[in-house]
């Protein structure tokens, strides 16, 4: 069975920093492309990051910096390592899995994947 769990979201300060994972089973994690993605109330999902199974990576110009995306194969699981949180960055943070296998692709757009997690929710706030 295809899944994508996600895990680590919370509360933060502003400037703080968080690492998210999305753990997968049912499939290969570097055989897909991985993507972060992201929705505050009201307003459309984003992506935030994506990693190819090559290794390529892409990042939402607002996350450049302050973010990174990293995946260990031996645990299944990709990583998002978030610094110098903003409240801007509130929203539920998604990890997806991406429609084509063995693809050095790196899209942000969201109906390029086809399997989604349940959601972290991630709040920056003093």
């Known amino acids: 069975q295809l899944q994508l769990v996600e895990s680590g979201g919370g509360l933060v300060q502003p400037g703080g920093s968080l690492r998210l994972s999305c753990t997968v089973s049912g499939f290969a994690a570097n055989s897909y492309t991985i993507g972060w993605f992201r929705q505050a109330p009201g307003k459309e999902r984003e992506g935030v990051s994506s990693m190819s199974s090559n290794g390529d990576t892409e990042y939402l110009d607002s996350v450049k910096g302050r973010f990174a995306i990293s995946r260990d194969n031996a645990k299944m699981t990709v990583y998002l390592q978030m610094n110098s949180l903003k409240p801007e960055d509130t929203a539920v943070y998604y990890c997806?899995?991406?429609?084509?296998?063995?693809?050095?692709?790196?899209?942000?757009?969201?109906?390029?994947?086809?399997?989604w997690g349940q959601g972290t929710q991630v709040t920056v706030s003093s």
């Open positions: 997806a899995k991406g429609r084509f296998s063995n693809r050095n692709l790196t899209p942000l757009a969201p109906h390029e994947y086809d399997y």
